[in-house]
């Protein structure tokens, strides 16, 4: 029930980005993807609570670039947006998702008072890359919940969802490069019956 829960939450705070997308194919051909272990790593940036709806995302993107040269001592120059449920995220109202915005950096500092810090748990990804326009990433995300999912033999795990934008993204060039990662596990098979051993009964 647990992994169900959180397949759940991932493609409702999703599903704008996909809805943007329903009159355009999805990719032509099936997205690179590669699997990883990834260890917890510290992001410093801004944080927006259900801005999924592209004004918003326009909003806090803007905000974050007008920022960005006041963390202190990020890791390398690249950038990451962040899928994840607060604390306080209802089910019922699907109220409290989280989308954040930031660079890496190598331990928590002191932060000037508009940035904050989150910790990304890690874990196990399977890694996407999206090719094409910034505009239309919202195909890969219906072909990675969709096609993808219901053959890859995974589902999502617990933790947080990201988007990479390193050295090859170039905003909306059909050439830009946006690697999307999604924590997953392998679905669990049923045991067949007549694979489980017969259990030996306890002498009287």
């Not at 996909?18 to 944080?47: S, W, Y």
């Not at 326009?133 to 947080?160: C, K, Q, R, T, V």
């Not at 946006?178 to 007549?194: D, G, H, S, T």
Request: hydrophobic share 40%; proline share 8%; aromatic share 12%.
């Amino acid at each position: 029930m647990r992994w169900f829960i959180t397949l759940m939450v991932l493609i409702v705070a999703l599903s704008p980005l996909a809805a943007q997308e329903a009159e355009k194919p999805e990719p032509k051909e099936p997205m690179k993807v590669r699997f990883e272990e990834r260890k917890p790593f510290i992001v410093a940036g801004v944080e927006a609570e259900n801005a999924m709806d592209s004004e918003a995302m326009a909003a806090i993107w803007a905000k974050f670039i007008s920022l960005r040269d006041k963390i202190p001592e990020p890791v390398g120059d690249f950038c990451y947006g962040i899928h994840y449920t607060g604390k306080d995220y209802d089910p019922k109202t699907m109220k409290g998702s989280k989308y954040f915005v930031g660079m890496e950096i190598k331990e928590p500092v002191e932060m000037p008072e508009e940035l904050l810090i989150h910790k990304v748990p890690g874990g196990y990804y399977a890694v996407f890359e999206y090719i094409g326009s910034i505009n239309d990433i919202g195909g890969a995300y219906g072909y990675i919940f969709g096609e993808w999912l219901a053959s890859s033999g995974f589902i999502p795990a617990m933790g947080d969802m990201f988007e990479f934008y390193g050295e090859r993204y170039a905003g909306e060039s059909e050439k830009s490069v946006v690697e999307i990662w999604l924590p997953v596990q392998k679905r669990a098979q049923r045991a067949n019956p007549e694979d489980t051993p017969p259990v030996e009964k306890p002498q009287q």
